[in-house]
């Protein structure tokens, strides 16, 4: 684990924060998988397309939203990073924020999967790390 796996995950919020759906595939696996937890379209999902689906889809209902990373911790394989998600429901000046984690897995180079997790410390505690 280095540096620059922390680097290619900070990169991949960049990219999806500007919707650079090029940038935020760039170091990913064609059959990269994501899993999510909860919520109406909990569930796993393989594929860059079908992902990019999945991400446009849980934020279709927002005027604007954010994903801004707080934290970062490495370990083997894993980047864990505790987020703040920000998003403001079309038609609405409320703005939503919730905190959660990512796993990210990256092997020689190549992102292989993400994971979220509603609880920081199972994110944690699934890549063998402490806070």
């Known amino acids: 684990m280095s540096q620059e796996n922390v680097e290619m995950i900070r990169s991949v919020y960049e990219s999806l924060n500007r919707g650079d759906w090029d940038g935020v595939f760039r170091n990913a696996h ?3 998988e994501l ?18 689906t999945q991400v446009q889809d ?5 005027e604007a939203w954010r994903i801004q990373p707080e934290e970062f911790f490495e ?4 980047v864990v990073v505790f987020v703040k998600v920000r998003s403001q429901p079309t038609g609405s000046s409320v703005e939503m924020e919730v905190r959660n ?15 979220t ?15």
């Open 30 to 32: 064609p059959e990269m």
């Open 35 to 52: 899993i999510t937890q909860r919520g109406p379209a909990a569930g796993a999902f393989r594929g860059q397309e079908a992902i990019k």
């Open 58 to 62: 849980g934020f279709a209902a927002f």
């Open 75 to 78: 370990g083997g394989d894993h």
């Open 101 to 115: 984690a990512h796993l990210w897995t990256i092997r020689d180079g190549t992102i292989w999967s993400l994971k």
């Open 117 to 131: 997790f509603a609880v920081r410390e199972e994110a944690l505690e699934a890549a063998g790390l402490q806070e």
